[in-house]
């Protein structure tokens, strides 16, 4: 796959912690390598739509030097058609993206943690500071490994696969 056709949703619950802040390190670490790509996120509640990001996602970017800058957001059924990857922050999204996915989507949508361990992100908002670093680490780790797939041999890419089945009910 080409990196010129690749765009990417980055997927929590409110879209005010994780996935703004992951949409911001993967389009930081992106642009450091020279690959263009479109990069977004969005929540699969609405409890944020409109709303800036946490202030702690945010003093967590500029202590690394990550610029962000969005407006939360939900998921639509456009986002299915619109991005070539939707990676959700945690297994309980993924459910809820595989459920909100239309039949014409053509979106790969998998754990962005599937990319390195299969970890999910934890959800920082109720803690301390330190969560988001964590989560900064995360998505920094996931972010070049997703890139590192991305920019690989096309015989050696799993990209667009999963090895893990989620039966949704």
Not at 92 to 105: A, H
Request: glycine fraction near 8%.
């Amino acid at each position: 796959m080409s990196s010129q056709s690749t765009s990417v949703l980055i997927v929590c619950l409110g879209n005010i912690c994780r996935s703004p802040l992951g949409e911001a390190v993967l389009a930081h670490e992106a642009k450091q390598r020279g690959i263009d790509i479109k990069v977004d996120s969005a929540g699969t509640a609405a409890y944020h739509v409109g709303e800036d990001p946490d202030e702690r996602s945010v003093a967590t970017c500029k202590k690394y030097g990550v610029p962000i800058s969005h407006e939360a957001r939900k998921v639509s059924p456009d986002d299915f058609r619109n991005f070539t990857h939707i990676l959700a922050s945690d297994t309980m999204n993924l459910i809820n993206l595989e459920r909100m996915k239309p039949k014409d989507g053509t979106a790969i949508v998998r754990l962005w943690g599937s990319y390195e361990d299969d970890k999910p992100i934890e959800d920082p908002y109720y803690g301390g500071v330190a969560g988001f670093d964590d989560v900064y680490q995360q998505c920094l780790r996931y972010s070049r490994a997703f890139l590192d797939q991305l920019n690989a041999a096309p015989e050696k890419t799993n990209i667009g696969q999963s090895d893990h089945t989620y039966i949704i009910t």
